[in-house]
């Protein structure tokens, strides 16, 4: 077995060590801060160890097929839940700990063998696109997991208001970085900077949408329906991030 099929395995190995890892975060996600903290912290460490290991592997950035893509967003997702994680709330951080959760379970099913990138993203443009979408997208989860928690809660409404205005405030300022990494992509792999294609067209639908999430603060009547759109945001970006792979098909779907 060579260098590159060794260390996928180890990474693989990893793989199901942190799922198993994170399974068991669950006993651990009610504690205090001072407990829960660091063993997320030393669980996502582990988690990016096996994400690098795979990158090492095919020399290359890890995103070329459905396992490494939501096995990446997913250690997005726990990324952002280590910024918030003195967040009081259960349900927030169990919320957004759980779909960061279901995607690390859902990479499982899909073929974890090499895949080498192919010529289409052999571009620093593509390097830099998917990783910023996918922490924006980890940033719009947490403001669709305050929303439910604010939800449920009968004080301290504030502080989730803030979660969600620093989701849609900095999840759309990165959203908006990365579609223009996007589109210098597409003018490198394709020869436009946009395409009729689902991927790009919900991709702007998204846009449009955090847009005006980002101007209910300009209309004093709307203000109080901010939670309502983040958790319909919240399906908007499954439809974009999974929908358009799964049910359209795109261009951009990994095969």
Not at 143 to 169: H, L, M, N, P
Request: one cysteine or more; hydrophobic letters at 55%.
């Amino acid at each position: 077995m060579d260098t590159a099929q060794s260390l996928n395995q180890i990474s693989i190995i990893l793989y199901w060590i942190c799922l198993g890892a994170y399974s068991t975060y669950w006993l651990f996600g009610f504690t205090r801060w001072n407990l829960r903290f660091p063993i997320l912290l030393g669980i996502v460490v582990l988690h990016v160890t096996t994400i690098t290991l795979r990158g090492i592997s095919i020399e290359y950035f890890p995103l070329t097929n459905k396992f490494e893509s939501f096995n990446a967003f997913a250690a997005a997702t726990f990324i952002i839940l280590l910024i918030y994680a003195k967040a009081e709330s259960h349900i927030y951080r169990m919320f957004l700990f759980g779909v960061g959760y279901a995607f690390l379970a859902a990479a499982a099913i899909f073929p974890k063998g090499l895949n080498y990138a192919p010529p289409l993203m052999l571009t620093i443009w593509y390097i830099l696109h998917v990783p910023s979408s996918f922490f924006c997208y980890a940033l719009w989860v947490s403001a669709t997991s305050a929303a439910v928690a604010r939800y449920f809660i009968t004080e301290e409404k504030k502080t989730y208001d803030k979660i969600i205005d620093s989701g849609f405030q900095y999840g759309f300022i990165v959203f908006s970085i990365s579609m223009i990494f996007g589109g210098l992509w597409g003018y490198v792999a394709w020869g436009s900077y946009f395409l009729w294609d689902a991927k790009v067209v919900w991709s702007v639908i998204i846009w449009f949408f955090y847009a005006t999430c980002l101007h209910l603060d300009y209309w004093q009547e709307a203000k109080r329906f901010k939670p309502l759109f983040a958790v319909l945001g919240f399906l908007i970006l499954l439809m974009t991030y999974v929908g358009t792979s799964f049910l359209i098909g795109s261009s951009h779907s990994f095969r």
